[in-house]
């Protein structure tokens, strides 16, 4: 993973130079673990005790990936998503993700009754913080037609992927949304092992569960011969890419499971 080629806009976040910075990995562990009220003997014992996720070596440009910004992951360089995120190693840091998704519910407002336009402005988004706004553009050049529409459905599903293929290949994606479940005054608990205090969160994190439907259907050839829903591709991807804990694809409300198909 290094920052793009001399020539290409993306810049190193902090210093604004082609080189990544590499930030001070026990700096980092101060500033991430600062508020704990620990003593100076307490945090040089838990950093040496720290987990392999902190340790800088494991991934680079640690200050953009800390502040939910990061120059590496447009399709420009790593191409093909399911096999780039297939072969990574390393584990980025939990910060990387809750800023990023931070970063994405400050950037769009979710009314009462949820509308198409609310959902396609944060599928937009994932892309912008994920991809550096690149995916949905490969979509459009791949010729592959995005759609977006509601239903009051009386089920368990919030939001489904309808994928379509044409002589092997994704033809169109029609992203599904249950308006029912987006209503004010329901608010999931827990979207795939994630969190969500709130329904805006939660959006978001339904968004990336279902893109990756759409990202895999698209760049794994075997999607279209033989598709799984939620297989260990899945599993592994909504791990690497979006920091998902589990891939069971429901989430808890008050007195009820609502999946996340």
């Known amino acids: 993973m290094s920052c793009p080629p001399k020539g290409e806009p993306h810049r190193c976040y902090r210093s604004k130079k082609r080189k990544c910075v590499s930030t001070n990995p026990w700096i980092q562990w101060l500033i991430i673990n600062q508020g704990k009220g620990w003593t100076i003997r307490e945090f040089s014992a838990k950093y040496k005790a720290r987990p392999p996720r902190y340790k800088s070596y494991e991934f680079k440009c640690n200050a953009n990936k800390a502040l939910g910004t990061s120059h590496d992951l447009s399709l420009n360089?790593?191409?093909?998503?399911?096999?780039?995120?297939?072969?990574?190693?390393?584990?980025?840091?939990?910060?990387?993700?809750?800023?990023?998704?931070?970063?994405?519910?400050?950037?769009?407002?979710?009314?009462?009754?949820?509308?198409?336009?609310?959902?396609?402005?944060?599928?937009?988004?994932?892309?912008?913080?994920?991809?550096?706004?690149?995916?949905?553009?490969?979509?459009?050049?791949?010729?592959?037609?995005?759609?977006?529409?509601?239903?009051?459905?009386?089920?368990?599903?919030?939001?489904?992927?309808?994928?379509?293929?044409?002589?092997?290949?994704?033809?169109?994606?029609?992203?599904?949304?249950?308006?029912?479940?987006?209503?004010?005054?329901?608010?999931?608990?827990?979207?795939?092992?994630?969190?969500?205090?709130?329904?805006?969160?939660?959006?978001?994190?339904?968004?990336?569960?279902?893109?990756?439907?759409?990202i895999i259907n698209v760049f794994d050839s075997k999607s279209a011969v033989r598709p799984v829903h939620h297989g260990p591709m899945f599993t592994l991807l909504n791990n690497r890419i979006f920091g998902h804990s589990e891939s069971v694809y429901t989430y808890q409300k008050d007195f009820c499971d609502v999946e996340v198909d």
């Open 77 to 214: 360089h790593i191409h093909d998503p399911t096999e780039f995120y297939s072969e990574q190693k390393y584990i980025k840091p939990l910060t990387l993700y809750n800023a990023r998704r931070a970063k994405i519910t400050k950037e769009f407002k979710l009314p009462v009754v949820i509308t198409v336009a609310v959902v396609k402005r944060v599928m937009t988004l994932v892309d912008k913080y994920y991809f550096d706004g690149s995916l949905l553009k490969e979509f459009a050049e791949r010729g592959i037609t995005v759609t977006y529409k509601l239903s009051d459905e009386r089920n368990n599903s919030s939001m489904i992927t309808q994928t379509n293929f044409k002589n092997n290949k994704v033809d169109n994606i029609v992203f599904k949304i249950n308006k029912t479940h987006w209503v004010e005054g329901n608010n999931p608990k827990r979207v795939d092992g994630i969190v969500a205090p709130n329904r805006k969160t939660a959006l978001v994190l339904t968004c990336e569960h279902e893109l990756l439907h759409a």
